[in-house]
């Protein structure tokens, strides 16, 4: 069969790329030649390089090359002169490291902003008919700070004074740290002398347990009988929101000489990217319990925009009027330095100076170029970072290979304030923020409905700033240089819209991890996915298989079905993480992300066997960048501030679509959300979870048929058309239109061989099968049409995929030839010798390497050669295939010396039909496993051969090496 023939893309378009690391400064002219080298060999596109960390965080690795210093200016112009030779193009961060745009360039006016305050409280009294002048001196945050008001504000209400008799039940500790911790329901009890007035909680918590933010605060006057004050929810939150350690919760006004706060797991959440410490086990861990007689609105910090999250909204109903400050009687006053002079009327003031500081926030994983995170809202600051870090590297000798200004992981948590922000608030929102400025504090100003409207205000100017400011200026320089700006989600750390940003972005990006469900982001995937739809971008890139702990066991055909969801999902460019640098040639397999990541790196033992697997991601994406997606379904994500792409699971709400869901995929969600028992999980790395969190695999083709995407705006009329795709359970796919042919990418996810009748919503055309793998193209076999629907007959194994392409040119294509005779391969001996310390084993039956008496077979990683003879006693067939039948992990075959073809996932088989003849042939089959055996044997001192080496920490929790070499059921099959 001849090729599919596609003309919608060039090639490089198509091709996979891959992220480039240098670690630790530890980099060299032979390994980046090497690794370079070795992209091309695979068949990538490029790669985007990075810099990770400096040469004295682990100066064990003998790292030179400091950013930013001669030498590493020298491993660049090499690099880029290395890449430009070898035709692949390059992708250079906006900063040092992976995280995110700062430097040591960004002074701490230049830097992300928030609002901070101190304040002190005063008491007015009169003298005669007038009040005294009062001269206070006001503390101020050390560090960089500038004030932005200071303002008075009437108190009506009565501090708490005296410390609670806390009581625990036998169920909490209080350890030596102070820290309350809990495994089973139990409660805090504080006891104060009199009854006292409450209106305000706030939790401090401790590292990313969120337990503690959904306690029931009960109260009692005689401490036996106990009413409900409120059960606490806690907010959404991302997962940088431990860089705040502190919740707060207005509360009922409540008098009482007992408060108790319970607590238990029951209710707990499963765990989801917007909640994403839910995903561990539900243990109370907590610092500290605040009661306070202040009315302060709940998670001000959060609706602030200090973090990304959602919190609970006060109401007049919860909030009442009198525990608001009239806007009137805010007195505003002037600062003479440290010192403020006022006459105040007489009573009691709250005089809160408020300013802005630094936020702090670095590009923590950089080396010699870390600094504090430049300012978002600051055209000037972030010219400054570009010109800093990409513009230098853009303008080195052979910066031309340089084709893409990227900004990836949004590890710098947010901000609410920066350059011009009160006049840029002004000028969006119509008023003034200056005197309503105290709500960013908590206090109530007129209203609860009205306070919370100036923070959602606030949260709106930000969203408008990181996108008119931030990636508005970086998309202008990005365009002034000649390059494309490629970016991964803002959320959910920088209070925003996920999807926002991707109009400014050529490139949306998004991310998927390989055996890490406490990590992986299914959002994040749709945050690029659906904001590249909403704003016409064609190509949507994905970082995949980042894995949190690598354990070498990972080939190419155990990640090939989680590509394919993801293609299913709408990606059509992937990017391999990571490539690390390996600075030596006699360290394998060498230098690594500290274990992160799926190492597709040249020392991988089957690297240069996946020119077949990179070849299989080209040929698919080719054909998923041609034409436009077809998605009938927009769902609107409303206007809280921040949202996000809606996943699956949040659409099923919708009356309108949760008809179309599966009845099984309901029930199932209805259970996860339960969570019952809080059940708990272990990951393949060994990491313990909640079984009930998120996953995005059990969303697969939810709508049955349909494609939807998020928009933010308003969908006003819609109607549901007909079925795109008619599909089983468990059968995904994405579509795709273009002038001439509707492309339909199909993945089976539902772990059995399939076979049934696909009806897909075209006409008028005929049907091809295309399969990337084989990049053969057939006819479709078994096709009618019939009331304006195309039906086609389909066979699909556990974890295939095929393309269903409709079109009218289908001349030179025929159906695919059946094969109706098998046999058994006729080999008697067979001889494996193993490259790389020259053990060699004569045998007359095929075995498995890890179970092998000799440990140098037992423990082997790399490359074995099979040679063996057999006979063929017929003439010549017009097709011929061997099957290999179970394989670890990949095999080449050479037939009477010719290169029959790679096998790298099921079925394990190549066409041998060119190279066999009637008689005896000569067969030799090269194969690959993975490095885990190796690096366990390396662990217990049993090293197959010498120059094992890596830096990765996590390995494999087994102590049983993994099954290994070609363990028989060999077939001809014609």
């Known amino acids: 069969m001849i090729s599919l023939h596609v003309a919608a893309k060039p090639l490089d378009e198509a091709k996979p790329w891959t992220f480039w690391y240098w670690m630790y400064g530890a980099v060299s002219k032979q390994g980046i030649h090497a690794d ?212 707060n919760y207005s509360l009922p006004t409540t008098t009482a000489k007992y408060f108790r706060f319970a607590w238990t797991p029951d209710g707990s959440e499963g765990g989801s990217e917007d909640l994403d410490a839910a995903k561990w086990k539900p243990n109370l861990k907590l610092k500290d319990i605040i009661l306070s007689s ?30 608001c400050t009239e806007k009137n009687k805010i007195v505003q006053i002037k600062l003479h330095g440290d010192t403020v002079i006022s006459k105040l009327p007489h009573g009691s003031w709250r005089i809160i100076r408020m300013g802005h500081a630094s936020t702090g926030m670095t590009n923590a994983t950089a080396g010699g170029g870390k600094g504090l995170e ?74 609860a409905e009205k306070s919370e409207q100036v923070l959602y205000d606030i949260r709106l100017t930000i969203n408008d700033l990181i996108n008119e400011k931030f990636f508005k200026t970086v998309a202008e320089r990005a365009k002034a240089f000649g390059v494309k700006l490629s970016s991964e989600s803002v959320a959910p750390t920088m209070v925003s819209d996920g999807m926002d940003h991707y109009k400014y972005v050529d490139l949306p990006m998004g991310e998927f991890w ?13 945050d690029a996915i659906h904001g590249g739809y909403l704003y016409g971008k064609n190509i949507i890139q994905a970082e995949g298989l980042t894995e949190v702990r690598g354990v070498w066991d990972e080939t190419p055909a155990m990640v090939k079905p989680l590509i394919d969801r993801n293609f299913a999902l709408g990606i059509n460019r992937l990017f391999l993480h990571v490539n690390a640098h390996n600075p030596w040639l006699d360290r394998r397999p060498g230098m690594t992300l500290d274990g992160i990541g799926f190492f597709f790196q040249r020392d991988n033992t089957w690297y240069k066997e996946a020119s077949d697997f990179v070849d299989y991601i080209t040929r698919c994406q080719r054909l998923l960048q041609e034409g436009k997606p077809v998605i009938d379904i927009p769902v609107y994500n409303g206007t809280e501030m921040p949202r996000r792409a809606l996943t699956a699971n949040e659409i099923m709400d919708k009356p309108q679509l949760k008809p179309l869901f599966r009845k099984e995929y309901v029930e199932r969600e209805i259970l996860r959300r339960a969570n019952v028992g809080q059940p708990m999980e ?37 109607t549901i058309p007909a079925k795109d795709a008619d599909l089983p359970d468990g059968v995904d796919f994405a579509h795709r239109h273009s002038s001439d042919r509707d492309i339909y990418f199909l993945t089976n996810q539902s772990g059995k061989d399939l076979k049934f009748a696909a009806s897909f919503r075209v006409r008028g055309k005929k049907a091809l099968l295309y399969d990337a793998v084989t990049d053969k193209t057939y006819l479709a076999g078994d096709f009618c049409e019939k009331d304006g629907r195309s039906f086609v007959s389909l066979s699909l194994a556990k974890d295939a995929s095929l393309f269903v392409i409709f079109t009218n040119d289908i001349k030179g294509y025929s159906r695919k030839e059946q094969l109706t005779y098998s046999e058994p391969l006729n080999a008697q001996k067979w001889q494996v010798v193993f490259r790389d310390n020259k053990e060699c084993v004569e045998t007359d039956t095929l075995f498995d390497w890890s179970k092998y008496d000799n440990t140098k077979i037992k423990y082997y990683s790399g490359h074995a050669v099979y040679t063996t003879t057999f006979k063929f006693k017929h003439g010549k067939q017009n097709k011929v295939m061997l099957n290999l039948g179970e394989v670890k992990d990949i095999a080449t075959v050479y037939v009477n010396g010719i290169n029959c073809g790679t096998a790298w996932t099921a079925p394990y088989e190549v066409d041998i039909t060119e190279a066999v003849k009637k008689g005896t042939n000569a067969l030799r089959i090269v194969v690959v496993n993975t490095w885990a055996n190796a690096l366990l044997g390396d662990d217990i001192n049993l090293p197959p051969f010498r120059g094992i080496w890596t830096n990765a920490k996590y390995r494999r929790k087994s102590q049983t090496p993994i099954s290994a070499g070609l363990l028989g059921k060999i077939t001809l099959n014609y």
């Not at 910066?399 to 969006?428: I, M, T």
Request: charged letters at 20%; hydrophobic letters at 35%; glycine letters at 8%.
């Open 682 to 718: 272990e990951s393949p790395v060994g990491v313990s979870h909640a079984k009930n969190i998120l996953r995005a695999d059990d969303f697969t083709n939810p709508l049955q048929g349909y494609k939807y995407f998020t928009t933010n705006k308003p969908v006003n009329d819609f």
């Open 514 to 526: 390989l055996n890490s469900p406490t990590h992986d982001k299914p959002t994040d995937m749709l």
């Open 374 to 447: 430049c300012d978002k809202f600051s055209p000037s600051a972030v010219n400054k970072q570009v010109d800093n870090w990409f513009a230098l590297h853009k303008k080195r000798p052979h910066g031309d290979v340089v084709k893409f200004l990227h900004v990836d992981s949004w590890e710098c948590g947010s901000q609410n304030w920066g350059y011009h922000f009160a006049e840029e608030f002004k000028a969006r929102r119509g008023y003034d923020l200056i005197p309503y400025l105290p709500v960013m504090a908590g206090i109530a100003i007129e209203s």
């Open 36 to 247: 370079l080298q070795g992209m091309h060999d695979v068949g990538l596109g490029g790669c985007y390089l990075m810099p990770i960390r400096g040469v004295n965080e682990r100066p064990e690795y003998g790292g030179k090359a400091q950013q930013l210093s001669a030498t590493y200016w020298d491993m660049i112009d090499y690099a880029f002169q290395q890449a430009d030779s070898l035709g692949l193009q390059m992708g250079i961060h906006i900063s040092d490291g992976f995280a995110l745009a700062g430097g040591p360039w960004i002074k701490p006016e230049e830097s992300m902003q928030h609002v901070v305050w101190t304040d002190s409280i005063v008491s007015v009294s009169k003298t005669g008919r007038h009040s005294a002048q009062r001269s206070l001196i006001l503390s101020r945050p050390s560090g960089y700070y500038e004030d932005i008001a200071c303002y008075a504000i009437p108190i009506n209400y009565v501090s708490l004074t005296g410390k609670p008799k806390i009581t625990l039940s036998e169920n909490v500790v209080r350890n030596e740290k102070g820290i309350y911790r809990a495994d089973n329901p139990c409660w805090i009890q504080y006891e104060y002398d009199k009854p006292t007035t409450v209106r305000n909680i706030t939790i401090v918590t401790s590292g990313t347990n969120i337990q503690g933010e959904r306690i029931c605060v009960l109260a009692s006057n005689d401490g036996k009988n106990f009413h409900k004050v409120k059960q606490l929810t806690q907010p959404r939150q991302g997962w940088q929101s431990y860089l705040f350690d502190k919740v």
């Open 294 to 323: 202040e009315p302060l609105l709940s998670n001000y910090l959060i609706k602030s925009g200090a973090l990304w999250g959602i919190g609970e909204k006060n109401t007049s109903a919860d909030f009442s009027k009198n525990l």
